[in-house]
């Protein structure tokens, strides 16, 4: 087979030399993505010859093979993974450390929802073995298959059940790791505890969350899992939509961006640098938060306690309240179509009387918003477009909320759900 392989190469090195470089807008994190471009093919095959022949300078990912030397064996490399053949695969994790796992994966431990909605997007919840913490049975209309596997408790290394874990007989455990830990501490001790209670467990650990990141890791994802073609067609429908309300609201002056409190908790926010902040802030709004913490602050990305005068005092032109953290998973989302719960959440907040002159309260802009549509990758791409509808309607005529949730429901769940007659996803609902 190498033999074959290898011959490829020369063959196909002239033509593929005159071939227009792939379009990139990110990097794809996998060794043996030679030009550093979103996507591995036989132009990574001709600049690794290159670089053999030393035409091309060398590059990180060039090492296909991960063994510090650039050789053919890095070229046979490379055309295997392009014809998913490989035994093998190293990638750059989170923390931009390179993780190698042994292929293909057909057992998968994945910890916290992000990475197992990342799963089954990309057609792979066959490869699923447990589920983890909420998933467990009180799920069941949103994940009617993956709710009934066994529940791993928790995606906290400290917490979650190792014996359990282990008798599953994976061939790897995906976590989440936050993101925001990608350099910090807190992250590197979570990788750590993880590496010691599971020694020998290839770990793979991709940020799929925030928008920024997602695109390269949901391909590098893709790569690891052989889901390449799932996890290009998720990042073509996730950009489209998500690059096109973005265009639109970047040309928006400060003055015309909307005024944000975004109650995490009560009279709790989150920072302009924290995943909760970014749909609104992408779909035309202003974190006022903005005005107490800026990016060299370490709450930037972590959670704010504010005082109540302080919020009637920047008089915020939308309220947005997050139902997930105050709310159960059963009261919520897919799983109800009662809206007294978060109705009541609401009327809460709107009955305050120190927020009783607040522009949001008076004009009724006060929304309780559902974590399926802010947290992971598709579910941040809805929140973007309900919020773009819900601040700047006269920007936004072309854009139906609705409908791009119920797309990312038929192409990317699997389930049979009509969002605009079940669910409680945004309260009051888009008139």
Request: charged share 25%.
């Amino acid at each position: 087979m190498n033999a074959i392989v290898i011959g490829m190469n020369i063959g196909l090195l002239l033509l593929c030399c005159t071939l227009p470089a792939a379009a990139s807008d990110h990097t794809l994190g996998i060794f043996g993505n030679a030009n550093e471009d979103n996507i591995i093919n036989m132009e990574d095959v001709t600049y690794t010859v290159q670089v053999v022949m030393e035409y091309k300078n060398v590059t990180k990912l060039a090492d296909a093979k991960y063994d510090g030397e650039i050789n053919v064996l890095d070229v046979t490399q490379t055309e295997l993974i392009i014809f998913g053949m490989e035994k093998n695969l190293t990638y750059l994790d989170i923390f931009g450390k390179a993780e190698t796992v042994n292929k293909p994966i057909e057992r998968l431990v994945n910890l916290g929802w992000n990475g197992i909605d990342t799963t089954r997007a990309l057609g792979a919840r066959d490869i699923l073995v447990c589920a983890c913490g909420d998933f467990r049975s009180k799920l069941s209309l949103s994940y009617p298959v993956i709710s009934k596997l066994p529940d791993v408790v928790s995606s906290d290394p400290a917490k979650c059940d190792i014996e359990m874990i282990l008798s599953l007989k994976p061939d790897a455990v995906q976590t989440n790791l936050e993101a925001i830990w990608a350099s910090g501490e807190a992250g590197q001790e979570q990788k750590r505890l993880f590496k010691e209670k599971l020694p020998d467990m290839p770990l793979i650990s991709l940020n799929m969350r925030e928008p920024d990141t997602l695109p390269e890791n949901i391909r590098a994802y893709g790569y690891i899992i052989d889901r390449e073609d799932e996890a290009y067609e998720f990042v073509d429908w996730f950009k489209g939509y998500f690059d096109l309300i973005e265009s639109r609201t970047m040309k928006l002056s400060e003055e015309e961006l909307q005024r944000v409190y975004f109650e995490y908790r009560r009279y709790q926010t989150k920072g302009s640098g924290d995943r909760y902040s970014h749909w609104y802030m992408v779909g035309g709004g202003r974190n006022i938060a903005d005005d107490i913490v800026g990016p060299d602050s370490p709450l930037y990305s972590s959670v704010i306690d504010v005082d109540p005068e302080w919020v009637a005092v920047q008089n915020p032109d939308y309220i947005f309240i997050h139902a997930s953290s105050q709310l159960p998973a059963t009261e919520r989302g897919y799983e109800t179509d009662d809206t007294s719960t978060v109705a009541a959440l609401r009327e809460e907040l709107m009955n305050r009387p120190e927020l009783a002159n607040v522009n949001a309260v008076k004009n009724g802009r006060v929304f309780v918003v559902d974590e399926n549509l802010l947290g992971g990758a598709g579910q941040t791409l809805m929140g973007t477009a309900y919020a773009a509808k819900l601040m700047h309607p006269d920007l936004f005529t072309d854009i139906d909320p609705q409908a791009i949730h119920q797309e990312y429901v038929d192409r990317f769940c699997y389930i049979d759900f009509n969002v605009s007659n079940h669910g409680v996803f945004v309260y009051p609902e888009l008139s």
